[in-house]
């Protein structure tokens, strides 16, 4: 029991003693009050500020695409109008180029060499600047030289025959190579077929074609 | 007494002498050893010693036998007789006549022939030999000692020492008689139809050019070139006057004629023929200079005319046939005038023939593979032709009294060739 009173005394010394030792208690600061409203209120702002920005963002991105979206179906217009252009250039040139054909020893135009003929007229029409060199060839049967004036016999019918649609003879130049420069080899009647020809060549102002 | 009169006349008077031989085998007037007319003297080319010595015997014997108007026994082997021949046994060996070929102190050729018949010495000279031994020179001094010994032998000048130029690649090209030194014509671009110059030393061509065709001719020792032209576009086919003072070829645009151009372009072209937009093309002359021969088309397929010089009396030449068989061109005037040569399709393939002037009587000389473009050798006997029958086209040379072929090129393909006349060099 003693003992219990000495450690009741001494829990009472600390107590007054810790009690002495303490600063004078200070003033409690006030609570914030929460104001819900205000909060919500810069959360809406705040959100539609964000919203504002995204929105403008996203349509300069729209606009962007847009743009994007824009220029590259010009360029499509334009590539597809080009390649059009070109296209129409290529055919026009090529129906000049096609060459025309003939029967063994003979000069005349058959109908589909008039027609190819015909064919060219669009392009020397819409460009009188241009002068073209009609060249015959033969094949290799028959007299070397004479195949030079057959070849070019050939190349003058078809000259007389743009000459006869209105083409200035003076834009036309002529040659016979005779059976000096084959299209084809070959000593049948496939390559013979293919080497009696007048073959087409436009020498001045090629570069600079307009389309008909 | 008519002129007419009077020509027969002369030509009666004349026949005597130069009746067929046929008829008198050992009788008339001719230069050489006497032979049975229709066959080929035997001659024996005697075994020979000395420097070269055998390339100077075969290149000889071939001359000779490449002449076909001699039978040439050559025997491989064996020593040079010495002292006098023994004339019976060659003889007996089918000869009529003994060539004895000796190297000289001069570095050229002692040449004897001996005729068998009367056992005697018929001719003997002395012949130089050019330039280093087997160069292109060299070969040429021993062909001129051919061509003189086949002179002596039947009295017709040989044809070794001549030359032919050819198209080969699209250029012009030129070989020796038999065979030997092809070479290119340096300066020579592509180029077509060569033709000789009756003094041999130039030749008129084709020249064929992106923006058309031009007639050139070529000093081929200078290397000089002139180029002709009567209309821009076509020219073509070129041939010379016998005189050699006229350039006749082939010009035009809506068709061709053929125009007459003086060498030194003194004058203006002359047009020839009046063709009325057809092909005229490929003129030849007669050795007279009065007449040529040309292709034309003017009937519809190509045929051989003949006309006066200056275009007057134009008249077909070739009668007509058949189909294909109408096709004639590459008309070639013999230098004795007698014969015109011709390339004539028969049954679909081109063949080499020739035309009586007097007669116009047609001889059909090839029958292998397609046979075109012939050209006379100056000897009025033989023809060089362009012919497939190897695989490609080469050059052949034909007798055209017997019908020997032998190829002259081989190698890249060549044709369109053109002989040239016997040179004659200044010694």
Redesign the interface.
């Given at each position: 029991m003693q003992r219990n009173k000495v450690l009741l005394l001494a829990a009472v010394a600390i107590a007054a003693g810790s009690t002495a030792a303490c600063q004078p208690k200070p003033e409690v600061a006030p609570v914030p009050t929460v104001n819900q409203d205000s909060i919500d209120a810069a959360n809406r702002a705040r959100a539609e500020a964000e919203a504002a920005e995204r929105a403008r963002r996203e349509a300069e991105e729209r606009a962007r695409r847009e743009a994007e979206e824009r220029a590259r179906r010009e360029a499509a217009a334009r590539a597809e109008a080009e390649a059009r252009a070109r296209a129409a250039m290529d055919a026009a040139r090529a129906a000049f180029a096609t060459a025309i054909y003939f029967d063994y020893d003979r000069s005349d135009l058959k109908p589909e060499a008039r027609a190819l003929l015909d064919a060219k007229l669009p392009l020397l029409r819409a460009n009188a600047n241009i002068r073209i060199r009609i060249a015959g060839h033969a094949d290799e049967r028959g007299s070397d030289e004479y195949n030079v004036a057959l070849s070019q016999r050939r190349a003058a019918a078809a000259k007389k025959y743009l000459v006869d649609q209105g083409i200035p003879a003076d834009r036309i130049d002529v040659v016979g190579f005779g059976e000096e420069r084959p299209a084809a080899m070959g000593s049948d009647e496939t390559a013979w077929a293919k080497n009696r020809r007048d073959e087409f060549e436009i020498i001045v102002g090629g570069e600079t074609l307009r389309l008909p | 007494m008519t002129v007419r009169h009077a020509l027969a006349l002369l030509v009666l008077a004349a026949a005597p002498l130069t009746a067929p031989a046929a008829q008198e085998p050992t009788q008339g007037v001719r230069i050489g050893l006497t032979y049975t007319a229709g066959t080929r003297p035997g001659l024996y080319v005697l075994p020979m010693r000395g420097p070269h010595a055998d390339s100077i015997r075969a290149i000889l014997t071939r001359d000779l036998d490449f002449g076909d108007r001699i039978s040439v026994i050559a025997p491989d082997s064996g020593a040079p007789p010495t002292g006098k021949l023994n004339y019976p046994l060659y003889a007996r060996l089918g000869a009529a006549a003994v060539l004895q070929l000796t190297p000289n102190a001069a570095g050229g050729l002692h040449v004897v022939l001996h005729e068998v018949g009367p056992g005697r010495v018929m001719n003997t000279r002395d012949f130089p030999l050019e330039g280093a031994p087997l160069s292109a020179g060299w070969r040429r001094s021993v062909h001129e000692v051919s061509d003189e010994v086949e002179r002596w032998v039947t009295g017709v000048q040989g044809i070794a020492a001549t030359r032919i130029l050819f198209v080969r690649g699209?250029t012009l090209w030129q070989v020796d008689s038999d065979g030997a030194n092809p070479q290119p014509v340096s300066g020579v671009g592509?180029a077509?139809?060569p033709v000789w110059h009756p003094g041999g030393s130039m030749a008129a061509y084709?020249e064929?050019l992106?923006?058309?065709?031009r007639v050139v001719v070529r000093d081929l020792l200078k290397g000089t070139a002139r180029r002709y032209v009567v209309e821009?576009?076509?020219n073509?086919?070129p041939a010379f006057s016998p005189d050699g003072r006229m350039l006749v070829f082939?010009s035009?645009?809506?068709?061709?004629d053929l125009w007459s151009v003086p060498l030194d372009g003194s004058e203006r072209p002359y047009r020839v023929t009046v063709g009325r937009g057809s092909?005229?093309?490929?003129p030849t002359f007669a050795p007279d200079g009065r007449r040529l021969a040309f292709?034309t088309?003017r009937l519809g397929?190509?045929q051989l005319y003949i006309t006066d010089s200056d275009g007057a009396n134009p008249e077909l030449l070739t009668t007509s046939g058949f189909g294909d068989q109408l096709?004639r061109?590459?008309p070639s005037w013999s230098p004795d005038g007698r014969f015109v040569a011709f390339?004539t399709l028969v049954e679909g393939r081109?063949q080499i023939a020739t035309i009586g002037l007097r007669d116009r009587a047609v001889k059909q000389h090839t029958l292998d593979g397609i046979n075109?473009?012939p050209a006379w050798a100056p000897d009025a006997r033989h023809l060089v032709f362009t012919s497939s029958r190897s695989g490609s086209k080469q050059l052949w040379v034909l007798d055209t009294e017997s019908g020997r072929l032998r190829q002259l090129t081989h190698g890249p393909a060549s044709?369109?060739a053109a002989w040239s006349p016997r040179f004659s060099i200044a010694r």
């Open positions: - | 699209g592509s077509l139809g084709t064929m992106d923006d058309g065709t821009a576009g076509s073509s086919s082939s035009g645009s809506d068709g061709t092909t005229n093309s490929q292709t088309n397929p190509p096709y061109a590459d390339s081109f075109e473009d044709r369109m």
